[in-house]
């Protein structure tokens, strides 16, 4: 991310056209003192050193003591050498001074180097990294404890520029579109559902469905100069300097992340499948009220009629190939559609002896769930309650159904061969309740 320099955080205008308009300063500060951070000095060791480590060049000093070290460093704020431990042969320490002292670290490689959870490529990079950390914090410890007081992210027009971003983004996905070539016919029903869902999903984005979804950060090394998206300051260090939502590309700082809003609105540039894809991400990510692989699935399998494309009867005359790619997507979502938070209160409603008790406690679940997976789950529940109006033809009445569907929907959150074989008839009774009574329950 570039930094701005043209515009004031408290007294920038919003522009009408999200094109022009202009994001509050980037402050410069911690890029200041990362930019003042003492230099690394390596110290070499004049001789040949017997038994050095491959992975460690002339810094290494062989076994020597603190004492030893120190008078090596000569007081040279960020010189270092490495060493043996005295104590605990095969055992190894970067010494380094900083702060008009020298500070010993316990040093590992594992094809890394690393004193703590970052990992460097070389030794010179975690001393220049450490050196930066180090001087930063001890220069503005306070500044940045109160980094989030003042967010960029709840700054009047920004979360604007965010929502013109998403509206200009489906638009260009709706254009691109239309050019889309039609599937080639080789591809495997899964792969066929997949990119009808992506088409049919772009011609529904004028929909708004504002489902909440927390970001999916994770830890990021950030190449040149970037700014946090929450605060505004600079994002210090070599690597690992923050974090990156996955899903919508936002990036912060590790302890910012922590404070904003679940309002991911997931790119579809980042959201490149259908299947195995976490539900809320999906939906959120195509403007959509629930998965459009669920919706074209069922609607082909109640009319064979709906949806005239890569799925009707002329390309897969066997329903079941259907019916498998719908349970399949449900199966390989990496959140069951009955999520892993609410699995074990579902399984002790179940277990519930009076009948109007266990339903009003699976009533009190099903509130629990997010909404997506709520909406996704009352839609399967509807469409299987037409199934069982067809128990004559098709064989399947609601139990059948919780069989089938049961351990499809809902799984333990730890994967165990035995909880899964123990919950198993509690799984099928809980679908069960929810095909017979889904008029009461959603």
Not at 197 to 224: I, M, P, Q
């Amino acid at each position: 991310m570039a930094a701005s320099s043209n515009s004031s955080l408290s007294g920038s205008s919003v522009s009408s056209d999200a094109e022009e308009y202009q994001p509050p300063i980037w402050k410069s500060y911690l890029y200041q003192l990362q930019q003042e951070a003492p230099r690394p000095k390596r110290i070499i060791c004049p001789g040949e050193v017997g038994n050095r480590p491959k992975y460690y060049g002339r810094e290494f000093h062989g076994i020597i003591s603190r004492e030893q070290a120190d008078e090596l460093l000569g007081g040279v704020e960020g010189a270092y050498i490495l060493r043996e431990s005295q104590r605990q042969p095969g055992c190894y320490t970067l010494a380094l001074r900083f702060g008009n002292q020298t500070l010993n670290y316990r040093l590992f490689y594992d094809g890394k180097h690393f004193v703590g959870e970052k990992r460097f490529e070389s030794i010179h990079d975690l001393v220049t990294d450490g050196l930066i950390t180090l001087y930063i914090e001890t220069k503005a410890s306070e500044y940045i404890s109160k980094m989030t007081t003042n967010p960029i992210y709840e700054h009047i027009g920004y979360a604007t520029l965010l929502r013109e971003k998403v509206s200009r983004r489906l638009s260009r996905s709706k254009n691109e579109s239309r050019k889309a070539s039609v599937t080639n016919e080789e591809h495997t029903a899964v792969e066929k559902i997949s990119s009808l869902v992506r088409r049919a999903a772009l011609s529904h984005n004028d929909n708004h469905f504002n489902y909440e979804k927390t970001h999916n950060f994770k830890v990021h090394t950030f190449r040149g100069p970037h700014w946090c998206e929450y605060c505004a300051n600079f994002m210090w260090g070599l690597i690992a300097q923050g974090v990156r939502c996955s899903d919508c590309g936002l990036n912060v700082h590790k302890q910012c992340s922590k404070h904003v809003p679940n309002d991911c609105q997931p790119d579809l540039k980042r959201i490149k499948k259908v299947y195995c894809c976490d539900l809320t991400t999906l939906v959120k990510a195509h403007n959509m009220q629930r998965p459009m692989v669920v919706d074209i699935c069922i609607r082909e399998i109640e009319a064979r009629d709906g949806e005239k494309a890569d799925i009707s009867a002329n390309i897969y005359p066997d329903i079941n190939i259907i019916t498998g790619a719908l349970k399949l997507y449900f199966r390989d979502l990496p959140i069951p559609v009955i999520t892993y938070d609410t699995y074990s209160k579902f399984i002790e409603a179940a277990k519930i002896s009076s009948a109007d008790e266990r339903l009003e406690a699976v009533h009190e679940v099903l509130m629990l769930l997010p909404p997506a997976h709520y909406e996704t789950l009352r839609y399967l529940m509807i469409h299987l309650k037409k199934v069982t109006l067809n128990e004559k033809d098709n064989f399947m009445n609601a139990e059948n159904l919780g069989i089938v569907f049961g351990p499809t929907l809902m799984r333990p959150p730890e994967d165990s061969t035995l909880t899964t074989l123990h919950d198993m008839r509690y799984q099928k009774l809980i679908v069960q309740i929810l095909i017979e009574n889904e008029d009461v329950l959603f």
